[in-house]
């Protein structure tokens, strides 16, 4: 019998998800553990390997279609079998998305003719948990549902469905794997069955008047990403949950630009960023601040015990940020060094979701934009953001005279529940003193 | 109610035996001159004298082998191990003679005997003194096995440990000998084969015993903030298993985690999952989690001890994966 592969949960917060690319195709011999697609989560896009082996008898799910974890994406079986009896006994009650991608001429429903055979362990069910035993001695011996054999779900979930008559294919489950665990039955009990329909069209475009014609688009919604969606969810909270506050200062960075160029000669293998130097130095000046390195969770004020930086990294259709863990015990080359990597695969977005959780502290540089400085939202979980500007010239007065120098702008966005204007800035206050003096946390 | 350490609990047991019964000796490397490696016999030698608190060489096999004859002659011997490691040089006087004489010999011959003393990993003391015995030695027909954690489970389970007429395994550790708790004044007992919650709870059953206990609760007080109740279960006794009392508490909160110090190959604790398996199929939500050590040899290195080691952190990551807790 063909098995259908659902849309796996891949990372812990992960609620729906995307086929970003397949990398198998009908006909093809699929082996367990072999990676038949890449799947965009909200975090990143994670390789899907294949729990079991057998042919692709059919690709439900089309790139780029946003679906339920749960949700069918594809039949395996054996070579010539019709994946869409399969499909039909499994999505009795009418699954989420079904077939929409590439059903030719037969709509899912058509497929219901062979169902004649299947539903029938189905039918049964009102009368079967007493009777089966004594009778029916000659039919095939355990009168087990079959379409429910192949769906996995807790033996909890298993005897309440049975309990209430419910058919585990009418469930959809949230567990792994998409395992139907005791809510989702109780949901569906709840429910009373069925799933819910889909969303209306968009509109059309028009002309208008107002004296002369003009032409009119439609405005059109965008297909978001699991990342934009997460960026969306998560500065929305953090700008109506967090009061911030923000603090700037000026970095006289002329020390840092002479040490990098010597860092240039010194280590030739490895680039050093002003980057790295900020974020070196955000790592010390946390350890001397315990007080930044705090969040609020809800009722109190935790202090964290390890410092992990998170560096925002632009992307093309959103941003990510990778951690660098233990930041404040790592010297300057192998910081330079993870951090390149970690940009590096979060571009490929091929980073684990373990890369991109946990950080402690943010740092955002925009100075690559050529930004004097700005205000970066809190990330939710932590306690502040570093804003890094662009290193300029400016006319500066040394000892009353005019000269050029070097200058970064840096502002701290905190959550005021954390810290107040004091602490924040006597962070600042030794986040500067260390680049401007730079061999200070070299020592 | 008096506040003792388990150690103190752990004398005031055997005192108190000896004392009712003059049968009951004590016998071990260091147990008398020097008041026990981890002072549990402290006053004993002073109390009752050379012939019931008796020092030994370091030679394992001879005086478990020794307490087991002392037994089938109608003594009550206490057998003090320094750690259950060492009681592996004394593993075939346990499995051979210990376990088996009362069916060898049809009855005729009982061995009330109890092995005490440390067991599973301390703190740093490398990987042939880590080890956790349970899994052997539950595994023998013929022998109960005690894991204490509590001042009071301590004394009343080692004086049933005494008074009862087979051989007895009763283990404590290293590290929980400074444990606090009440233990009243007046005598009392604690039968063996009952397990103890430890933590009333209604969303995940978090089954452990001995050090894994104090784990499980800061892991259950961890879990709060997740809203996840959980019910801790001290087993106490791992031979015969309380198999009631995990059913029941599984049947309520249909998710187990197992929280122990030993390998995850076989086991206690894969014994308790099959058995809830088996029993409680159709109460499972999930899969029932283990945490224990990993499977290696222990360090000696604190930090690749930790990382070996059950932790509550591990714990509350079993348990947010029973409850399908989404962070």
């Not at chain 2, 740093?124 to 349970?134: K, R, V």
Request: one cysteine or more; proline letters at 6%; charged letters at 25%.
């Amino acid at each position: 019998m063909a098995i259908i592969v659902e849309l796996p949960r891949l990372s812990d917060t992960m609620e729906e998800g995307v086929i970003a690319k397949w990398h198998v195709a009908v006909g093809d011999k699929v082996k367990r553990g072999q990676m038949i697609a890449e799947v965009e989560t909200d975090k990143a896009t994670m390789e899907f390997e294949s729990f079991d082996s057998g042919v692709v008898l059919k690709l439900i799910a089309a790139e780029g279609e946003s679906m339920k974890i749960g949700t069918p994406i594809a039949v395996l079986g054996k070579a010539g079998e019709d994946p869409e009896a399969a499909i039909s006994s499994r999505s009795g009650g009418g699954g989420a998305a079904a077939p929409k991608a590439e059903a030719p001429a037969e709509p899912a429903p058509k497929a219901e003719a062979p169902k004649a055979e299947a539903p029938k362990a189905e039918a049964p069910k009102s009368e079967a948990p007493k009777a089966a035993p004594a009778a029916k001695a000659p039919a095939s011996a355990p009168a087990l549902p079959r379409e429910d054999e192949r769906i996995a779900a807790s033996p909890l979930a298993r005897r309440i469905a049975r309990e209430h008559g419910l058919a585990l294919a009418e469930v959809s489950g949230s567990g792994p794997h998409g395992r139907i665990v005791k809510t989702d039955v109780e949901a569906a009990v709840a429910r009373g069955g069925a799933a819910s329909p889909a969303a209306p069209a968009a509109t059309a475009s028009v002309t208008t008047t107002g004296g002369r014609p003009y032409y009119s688009r439609p405005d059109e919604p965008q297909k978001l990403s699991q990342m934009r969606k997460a960026i969306a969810r998560r500065m929305a909270q953090a700008n109506t949950e967090i009061p911030h506050f923000y603090l700037t200062t000026t970095v006289d960075m002329r020390a840092a630009v002479a040490l990098r160029g010597e860092l240039k000669n010194a280590l030739p293998d490895t680039k050093v960023s002003f980057n790295d130097l900020v974020l070196l130095a955000t790592a010390k000046a946390l350890e001397t601040h315990p007080g930044v390195n705090a969040y609020w969770d809800g009722q109190t004020i935790v202090r964290r015990g390890d410092i992990h930086v998170g560096v925002a990294v632009a992307l093309d259709d959103g941003l990510i940020v990778p951690v660098v863990r233990f930041a404040n015990q790592k010297s300057l080359k192998t910081i330079a060094t993870e951090v390149r990597d970690l940009g590096t695969r979060a571009r490929d977005k091929k980073l684990t979701p373990e890369e991109m959780t946990g950080s402690t502290f943010t740092v955002s540089n925009l100075g690559m934009f050529g930004i004097s400085d700005f205000c970066a939202v809190v990330n939710p979980g932590e306690g502040a953001i570093l804003a890094v500007g662009a290193i300029t010239d400016e006319i500066i007065a040394v000892k009353g005279a005019p000269a050029v120098g070097q200058r970064m702008r840096i502002t701290l966005s905190c959550d005021h529940r954390v810290m107040d204007g004091a602490v924040g800035a006597a962070f600042l206050a030794t986040l500067r003193g260390l680049l401007e003096q730079p061999l200070s946390m070299l020592a | 109610m008096p506040i003792l350490q388990i150690r103190e609990a752990i004398r005031d047991a055997m005192d108190e035996e000896m004392a009712r019964d003059e049968r009951v000796f004590l016998m071990g490397e260091e147990v008398g001159y020097y008041n026990g490696a981890y002072k549990a016999s402290e006053g004993l030698l002073d109390k009752y004298g050379e012939k019931r608190v008796v020092d030994t060489p370091i030679a394992e096999a001879g005086f478990a082998g020794v307490g087991i004859g002392a037994a089938m002659a109608g003594l009550r011997p206490i057998i003090e191990f320094m750690t259950f490691n060492f009681s592996a040089v004394a593993f075939d006087q346990i499995l051979n003679n210990a376990a088996k004489m009362r069916q060898l010999t049809a009855g005729q011959f009982t061995v009330p005997i109890v092995f005490r003393g440390p067991n599973a990993a301390a703190h740093m003391l490398g990987s042939t003194h880590s080890q956790a015995f349970e899994s052997f030695y539950c595994g023998f027909p013929g022998v109960k096995v005690i894991s204490v954690a509590t001042p009071y489970d301590a004394k009343g389970l080692l004086k049933s440990a005494i008074r009862d007429e087979n051989p007895v395994l009763f283990f404590e550790s290293e590290v929980m000998y400074g444990v606090k708790g009440e233990v009243p004044e007046e005598e009392y007992l604690i039968p063996i084969g009952k397990a103890d919650i430890k933590r009333p709870g209604s969303d995940v059953t978090v089954i452990t015993w001995g050090q894994g206990v104090p784990v499980c609760l800061e892991a259950a007080r961890l879990a709060e903030a997740d809203g996840i109740d959980c019910e801790v279960i001290d087993l106490r006794t791992l031979r015969p298993l309380d198999d009631e009392a995990v059913f029941e508490s599984v049947r309520k909160t249909n998710r187990v985690v197992l929280c122990y110090h030993g390998w995850p190959y076989g086991g206690t604790g894969a014994e308790v999952a099959d058995r809830i398996a088996r029993v409680c199929f159709d109460h499972l939500d999930a899969p029932v989690e283990r945490v224990c050590y990993e499977d290696i040899n222990m360090a000696y290195a604190e930090n690749l001890e930790q990382l070996t080691l059950p932790t509550p952190e591990k714990a509350l990551e079993a348990i947010r994966a029973v409850s399908y807790h989404r962070s």
